[in-house]
């Protein structure tokens, strides 16, 4: 769990200067009093290092910035308080506190952005992805993440499709055989705005090395976008994939060979978030695991591999005012 700390402004519309309401027949929401605070709790996100989450408050169509915040390396509440500092990877001197603007009679909905930090403060509502959202039901309103993850479910083929392939075991690719090729084996959820899926291939349960990214795709019905398995001469040689995948000849720094046989190797796909033009300063891989499965020893080519739900995908919390 993690805390942080966003401050709300005084409610004007609507009173008069004793407070009370200019239609006594019509009940008023109870306003938000200048200095009151707003504690948000989160499970399953990360701290982040070049970006920060944003507290919104919804009132009918009109969304506003209730402040700025970001999770410390213990879990604890921390302000975002400024620029990065390149040489000590702290954050410097932006605001003295979050952001404070005007309060609102009757909150409907609270939602949780990820931004980047040179994001427009004066926007009218979030610019990068929604990672938390929900109604209000003040003094405490339940978030959850938007896209619903236990919908996903589905499996890979191992396997090389390139031709000339050395290794017929090189590939993994998010199909099943069929007469023609590849169909999708994939069932995904619809991705709100901001977001994308992402395969990484690393060494199962063992911690050594850094995963390899496979690449990543927004369908289950479409090839990888042009990431990282661009540089894969799979990826040159199949423009016209009809599955997300990727044969494995290249993707490691080295240039060495991946055994998938031994069995010490698990497929994994997560979400996530893209910012615009700041696609390089959110942590990588983004903590958020949907699906997974290892290879098992002695797998053939053309084996599929079903993929199951990893508990707990799903990041969660409370606002409380």
Do not use: H, K
């Not at 954050?91 to 309060?103: G, H, N, Q, R, Y």
């Not at 938007?146 to 590939?171: H, K, R, S, Y």
């Not at 979400?271 to 891989?285: F, I």
């Not at 499965?293 to 080519?301: D, K, L, R, S, T």
């Amino acid at each position: 769990m993690a805390a942080a700390l966003a401050m709300l402004s005084s409610l004007a519309a609507g009173c008069g200067d004793d407070g009370a309401s200019e239609q006594e027949s019509e009940p008023v929401a109870p306003a938000l009093q200048p200095g009151q605070v707003a504690t948000i709790i989160t499970d399953g996100l990360p701290r982040l290092e070049n970006a920060a989450y944003e507290l919104w408050a919804t009132t009918g169509d009109e969304q506003v910035l209730m402040g700025r915040f970001n999770l410390d390396e213990d879990g604890g509440p921390i302000e975002l308080t400024g620029q990065l500092n390149e040489q000590t990877g702290e954050l410097e001197d932006v605001m003295a506190s979050p952001t404070v603007l005007e309060a609102i009679a009757a909150v409907d909905a609270f939602a949780i952005s990820l931004e980047a930090l040179d994001a427009d403060e004066d926007a009218a509502g979030p610019r990068g992805p929604v990672v938390l959202s929900g109604d209000a039901t003040l003094p405490t309103s339940a978030v959850s993440f938007p896209i619903n993850l236990f919908a996903a479910a589905g499996g890979f083929t191992v396997g090389a499709q390139g031709p000339g392939e050395e290794d017929e075991l090189a590939g993994i690719w998010f199909g099943s055989q069929t007469g023609d090729g590849l169909s999708p084996s994939l069932v995904l959820p619809e991705l709100g705005d901001g977001w994308r899926w992402a395969a990484w291939l690393e060494q199962a349960g063992s911690g050594d090395g850094e995963p390899i990214r496979l690449g990543s795709f927004v369908a289950a019905d479409g090839p990888f976008q042009q990431d990282a398995a661009a540089s894969s001469p799979a990826a040159a040689r199949l423009p016209a994939a009809q599955v997300p995948g990727v044969d494995l000849a290249g993707l490691q720094d080295d240039d060495s060979a991946i055994d998938l046989s031994r069995g010490s190797w698990e497929v994994w796909i997560g979400l996530e978030p893209v910012l615009d033009g700041s696609p390089e300063v959110l942590p990588r891989p983004f903590p958020l695991r949907v699906l997974s499965a290892p290879i098992p020893a002695g797998v053939e080519a053309g084996d599929l591999v079903i993929l199951e739900q990893v508990p707990g995908a799903e990041p969660g919390g409370e606002v409380q005012l």
